[in-house]
T-cell receptor, first 112, second 113 residues
Framework: GQQLNQSPQSMFIQEGEDVSMNCTSS?????WLWYKQDPGEGPVLLIA?????ELTSNGRLTAQFGITRKDSFLNISASIPSDVGIYFC????????????FGEGTQLTVNP | ETGVTQSPTHLIKTRGQQVTLRCSSQ?????VSWYQQALGQGPQFIFQ???????GRGNFPPRFSGLQFPNYSSELNVNALELDDSALYLC????????????FGSGTRLTVV
């Protein structure tokens, strides 16, 4: 079953606001990934993190790999309506190969 | 590249029936993984196939089985369907088991009644 705890479950924000969501695990992960899923679509990779403490940006998105290797967060700055969707964290362990363990998702709603 | 295509997009089955879901991967993607995503949940790993052999399995019973073909297509078969099997089934393909090239399809929405 799921090993990742993702919070919050849902967020309702105004356009232009910043957003933060995080993910914690009881296990160590070697790689943390953040995906976005739009309705009727599969997840699309946003950011990948490979090293503890790493901070990586992709446009208005910034993600960090926690130093304990058991957590990660994703920030979205200056949100826009097309940011609406479900955001998932996912982790890869030492022996998991390409088998991803996903969090339960954060549903983001942006009001114009 | 043509992406990952799944069929059908939606399907309704009766409890106890069998179902086959199909996935067509990008050329050269010799690794395919299947995930089950229940409503309101994150995807859960079912199994992975690499060069036509099962290469890892999640916590799913044997009535979930798969096949991978040389033409980069694959199937997920589920026997003796249960109501809890209702979910979105996603396939993802990549080269040589590397996650970084993972491309997900749009999924098949299975409803068991």
């Amino acid at each position: 079953g799921q090993q990742l705890n993702q919070s919050p479950q849902s967020m309702f924000i105004q356009e232009g606001e910043d957003v933060s969501m995080n993910c914690t695990s009881s296990s160590i992960f070697n790689t943390w990934l953040w995906y976005k899923q739009d309705p009727g679509e599969g997840p699309v990779l946003l950011i990948a993190l490979y090293k503890a403490g790493e901070l990586t940006s992709n446009g208005r998105l910034t993600a960090q790999f926690g130093i304990t290797r058991k957590d990660s967060f994703l920030n979205i700055s200056a949100s826009i309506p097309s940011d609406v969707g479900i955001y998932f964290c996912a982790g890869l362990g030492e022996t998991s190969g390409s088998r991803l363990t996903f969090g339960e998702g954060t549903q983001l709603t942006v009001n114009p | 590249e043509t992406g990952v295509t799944q069929s059908p997009t939606h399907l309704i089955k009766t409890r106890g029936q069998q179902v086959t879901l199909r996935c067509s991967s990008q050329s050269g993607h010799n690794t395919v993984s299947w995930y089950q995503q229940a409503l309101g949940q994150g995807p859960q790993f079912i199994f992975q196939y690499y060069r036509e052999e099962e290469n890892g399995r999640g916590n799913f019973p044997p009535r979930f089985s798969g096949l991978q073909f040389p033409n980069y297509s694959s199937e997920l078969n589920v026997n003796a369907l249960e109501l809890d099997d209702s979910a979105l089934y996603l396939c993802a393909s990549t080269r040589d088991r590397g996650w970084y090239g993972y491309t997900f399809g749009s999924g098949t929405r299975l409803t068991v009644v």
